[in-house]
Structure formats: C-alpha cells, structure tokens
C-alpha cells in the first residue's frame, strides 16, 4: 500500500463516517509526559517549527532531511527525516527512516521508526519496524511490521549534525536567508 495523501484522505473520510454514526464517542486518554533525562517540558516549549506543506513533495535517493528542533511534515517525503522532534501530519506521509527524540504520527509511514519517545495517534497509518523506549499506540491506529523496545540509548539519538552524514564529495548548497 502506498502512502499517498489520496488513501489516508480516504481513510480519514471513513474514520469520520464511522464515528459520526456511533451515538458515544470515544475518548483517547492523553498520556503523561514522560519524565527522564531525555525529556525537559521547559526545553521543548523553545523549539522552534519547521514545516513542509501539504503542496510538497520531496523525492531522491539518499535524501536526509535535518531539523535541528521541531518538524512538522505534511506533505510527502521520500526519503530519511532526522530531527528533535518529528510531527507527521494528518496529510503528511514518509516512506524512510525518521529518527528523533520524539516521533508523533497522525499519517503515513512506510520504514523505520527511532525515537525515545513514540506516539500513534488513531488516524496514523504505519509499516515498518519501531525501536522506541516509550510506546503509546492510540485505539484505531494501524500497524503493521516490528516493534523492539531499545537496551541502548545510544541507539536512540539522532544525529542532528550534517557533517555526520557522508556527502560522496559533494557537500551540498547551502542557502540562507
């Protein structure tokens, strides 16, 4: 199945359906926080957020996408996405590896999921293998692939330095504003 904004359109289409035809609604109950030394409310608060739109589309072989704080996808992205914390929009969909402290996930994934922190809202559609320390999978939620709680924080963190990433000799255009 691709992750197209068509099919989790559709999908949230009959989700809206289903539970406008239910006389009770359902509640999802927020979990706590975590607490820890991964996660300060105090720091998350001050990241800022980068966002790709709805009317993007990224695609390429061996793409990596870094955020240095907050990052908000809701439009298509072929490729690898790197940041603190990675938000999947309802629309928003990833066929790649995201790794972050916090993942949460309203669309699609196709690929692997890393965080310390791993949220599957109810519209969240996923395939692929998980490697979390903290798992919260919301009632209605579709998952299908493997999930392993990490021994190794280590294993959790992301790399949020570009130089880290091999370039092939090219080091890439930088563009700032």
């Given at each position: 199945?691709?992750?197209?904004?068509?099919?989790?359109?559709?999908?949230?289409?009959?989700?809206?359906?289903?539970?406008?035809?239910?006389?009770?609604?359902?509640?999802?109950?927020?979990?706590?926080?975590?607490?820890?030394?991964?996660?300060?409310?105090?720091?998350?608060?001050?990241?800022?957020?980068?966002?790709?739109?709805?009317?993007?589309?990224?695609?390429?072989?061996?793409?990596?996408?870094?955020?240095?704080?907050?990052?908000?996808?809701?439009?298509?992205?072929?490729?690898?996405?790197?940041?603190?914390?990675?938000?999947?929009?309802?629309?928003?969909?990833?066929?790649?590896?995201?790794?972050?402290?916090?993942?949460?996930?309203?669309?699609?994934?196709?690929?692997?999921?890393?965080?310390?922190?791993?949220?599957?809202?109810?519209?969240?559609?996923?395939?692929?293998?998980?490697?979390?320390?903290?798992?919260?999978?919301?009632?209605?939620?579709?998952?299908?692939?493997?999930?392993?709680?990490?021994?190794?924080?280590?294993?959790?963190?992301?790399?949020l330095d570009p130089q880290a990433y091999p370039t092939n000799g090219n080091p890439g255009t930088r563009i700032e504003?």
């Open positions: 199945m691709a992750f197209a904004r068509s099919s989790i359109k559709d999908f949230n289409q009959t989700k809206t359906q289903e539970s406008s035809s239910n006389f009770a609604a359902t509640i999802v109950p927020r979990i706590a926080e975590p607490q820890g030394s991964f996660y300060d409310a105090a720091k998350d608060n001050e990241l800022e957020t980068s966002v790709i739109g709805t009317d993007l589309t990224i695609l390429g072989e061996k793409i990596t996408i870094i955020s240095q704080n907050r990052l908000q996808i809701d439009g298509d992205i072929h490729g690898d996405v790197t940041g603190k914390q990675v938000t999947i929009g309802a629309q928003g969909s990833v066929t790649g590896t995201i790794s972050a402290e916090r993942i949460e996930v309203l669309g699609g994934v196709r690929g692997a999921i890393r965080a310390r922190l791993v949220t599957l809202h109810p519209t969240s559609q996923v395939d692929g293998e998980i490697v979390h320390e903290t798992l919260s999978i919301s009632e209605g939620a579709h998952f299908d692939g493997r999930v392993r709680r990490s021994r190794d924080a280590n294993e959790l963190t992301p790399k504003s």
